[in-house]
């Protein structure tokens, strides 16, 4: 070994002494820093006494230790974390429920290993480790409703439109596990609500369990707004194996013009004359010439007093001036048109370097130069934007997104009827962008009403039929005392309310948000993961779900897990791999919402396994050594070298 390289080492021995050594005078140091960091807390306490002094008197204690958590959490405490480990105490990492009355743990130990008096803090103490955990629990019952029996979270629901008029649907959703039903206002109507949530509580009564009611306030929603509707064709489209053999010819049910009952067996529909369809006859031979010229024919499989199902063997495009041709002998006519073909989305299709101009409601496209290919004049993409009173608030060279982030582009003109946007963000194929999909604009200081008229409206509803409510995009604590306002009018001051963090400024403005919410007996907030990727960006969503979970729990207030969990199992009765995890981290959470699918009822017993399992292993951050059977050496053979 050489010289230098012993002497770096002997060096690196005198700076990490061995791992059993004790430094008295060490240990004093840290216990300062410790009197330090709990006079900061106190200080912060002090200093925000307006905000806890709203709380109401179930959430006192709550307020009381949020305070005291901001200013743990003020500075980098991870050197210190480091030696409190190495001295085997507490390192103050799960103190989220309890920060005063850990540290004045710690401390009291550190005093006795010092030789030092320690006296109880009690009196400074808003609460401790179990009763901080029995708060959660009352809080949590407040708004959410008592526990299931084999598990701890709840399951949410989103209710279909199929739920206002299927009470066989909605039993299903109880009897499967369903505990709390949402209704989301920016679909359906007050009557289809109060249709929902009157079979819920007919349903909850026949199963015998309790479920409660959210209904979801669209609120100041950014969408882009409606587009012309494609071109009505209908495109028939046999299936061929692999040699291109026919399989299934593709089948169309032909009624008359303006009917709507469905010819049995047909998936699709076209209006025909109704006295050229009485002609009809099962293995009649209609012929055309599709939308391209091709000539095609379809026969006659079926016919009934709604109609005729006929098939067709080539794939064929139909259109209104399609003409269908059928060969007999009489007067009634030979020939027919076609009506009621179905019309595509409204689609605008963008690519990276596409302008898209977002406009007032009912503004017309307008002919500028087109930056992207020349100088000649075209007319760029234009869509409507349903609050159009952004357009004062944005700037030059911010950024914007449309459907969920899929598509990106950055603000490059500012006028007062409309913004022109750059697309910078897009697969190489391009995108297609239709109506009513979300816009985020995660750079602007935007300033929206907390309550829409439409929410104003429908808050009268919730008050009547709902046990909680949910505030849309709340951003500030003034948007929180709006709502609450609102409801001391409609008589129910003390009504659930859960604030739906998806935007970044109310990430920013989480802590005044929760002293927000304290100020009623009954508050919880949802993490609505999707706007908030977009607005905060999808490689720091992990950590800001995080830090939205350690906040509420120094302020003991239910979360609500939300946005795609098991979405694809739901959708398509197959989970992906990386959604049962996802799924597990619910664990975390009061609660876990699922959205509406085909496989709902599936979906819903996947995740009543993984909550039910997992609660044996985690509660919050803490993770629980339950018996790992599946590695004990004594339930089997023992090991051999081999």
């Not at 209609?286 to 095609?296: L, Q």
């Not at 859960?498 to 970044?504: D, F």
């Not at 729990?553 to 197959?574: D, F, N, R, S, Y």
Request: charged share 25%; aromatic share 4%; glycine share 8%.
């Amino acid at each position: 070994m050489s010289k230098a390289s012993h002497k770096h080492r002997n060096k690196h021995q005198q700076e990490r002494p061995p791992s059993d050594a004790w430094d008295e005078d060490e240990c004093k140091g840290v216990i300062e820093k410790l009197w330090a960091l709990r006079a900061a807390m106190q200080a912060s306490e002090k200093r925000l006494a307006p905000l806890l002094g709203g709380a109401d008197a179930t959430y006192q204690a709550s307020a009381r230790n949020l305070a005291h958590y901001l200013a743990l959490r003020h500075d980098d405490q991870r050197t210190l974390q480091e030696w409190l480990t190495h001295a085997g105490v507490s390192s103050l990492g799960r103190s989220e429920s309890h920060a005063m009355a850990n540290l004045d743990k710690v401390l009291g130990i550190l005093h006795r290993l010092t030789g030092q008096a320690w006296a109880t803090h009690g009196g400074d103490e808003p609460i401790g480790t179990r009763s901080s955990r029995k708060l959660l629990e009352r809080h949590t019952a407040d708004l959410l409703g008592p526990s299931p029996a084999e598990r701890s979270v709840r399951i949410m629901v989103t209710l279909p439109s199929e739920a206002a008029s299927d009470f066989g649907l909605v039993r299903q959703l109880v009897a499967s596990g369903m505990d709390i039903a949402r209704i989301n206002c920016a679909h359906d109507g007050p009557d289809e609500w109060k249709a929902m949530a009157s079979r819920v509580r007919r349903a909850a009564r026949a199963v015998g369990r309790p479920v409660r009611i959210l209904m979801d306030l669209g609120g100041p929603k950014l969408r882009t707004g409606g587009l012309a509707q494609g071109a009505a064709v209908l495109k028939l489209r046999p299936q061929r194996d692999d040699f291109g053999r026919l399989v299934t010819a593709a089948h169309v049910g032909l009624r008359p013009a303006g009917a709507t009952m469905p010819v049995a067996g047909a998936s699709v529909h076209a209006g025909v004359d109704a006295d050229w369809l009485a002609q009809l006859e099962v293995g009649d031979r209609i012929d055309f010439k599709d939308a391209r010229g091709a000539r095609r024919c379809l026969k006659v499989l079926h016919t009934d007093e709604i109609g005729a199902l006929a098939a067709c063997e080539q794939t064929a495009y139909l259109v209104p001036d399609t003409t269908l041709k059928h060969d007999h002998k009489g007067k009634k006519p030979r020939r027919t048109t076609l009506t009621e073909l179905p019309r595509g989305e409204g689609l605008l299709h963008l690519q990276r370097g596409s302008v898209l101009r977002l406009t007032r409601a009912g503004a017309e496209p307008a002919a500028v130069p087109d930056r992207v290919r020349g100088s000649n004049l075209t007319t760029i993409a234009s869509v409507a934007c349903t609050l159009p009173e952004v357009f004062a608030q944005v700037c030059v060279g911010e950024r914007i997104w449309f459907d969920d982030g899929r598509i990106g582009g950055v603000i490059r003109r500012v006028e007062p009827d409309g913004v022109e946007v750059e697309i910078t963000h897009a697969r190489d194929s391009g995108e297609k962008l239709a109506g009513d999909k979300g816009i985020n604009l995660p750079d602007s200081q935007l300033s929206l009403p907390a309550l829409t008229d439409k929410d104003i409206a429908d808050l009268a509803v919730a008050t009547k039929v709902a046990d909680m409510v949910g505030l849309s995009f709340v951003q500030q604590a003034d948007d929180v005392e709006a709502l609450r306002s609102r409801l001391r009018e409609l008589g129910k001051p003390n009504l659930g309310i859960v604030l739906k963090i998806e935007t970044r400024r109310a990430f920013e403005n989480l802590p005044e948000l929760l002293f927000a919410a304290m100020a009623g007996p009954a508050a919880g907030i949802m993490i609505a993961r999707g706007d908030l990727a977009v607005e905060c960006g999808y490689e720091r969503l992990a950590e800001v779900q995080e830090e939205i979970l350690w906040a509420a729990e120094a302020a003991h207030m239910p979360v609500i897990w939300a946005t795609q969990v098991l979405e694809t199992l739901a959708k398509t009765g197959l989970p992906s791999r990386a959604e049962i995890t996802d799924a597990a981290m619910g664990e975390r959470a009061e609660c876990v919402m699922l959205n509406k699918g085909p496989h709902i009822t599936e979906a819903m017993r996947t995740l009543h396994d993984i909550l039910r399992r997992m609660q044996a292993h985690q509660s919050k951050k803490r993770p629980l050594l339950r018996a790992l059977r599946a590695w004990d050496p004594s339930e089997g053979e023992p090991p051999t070298a081999g």
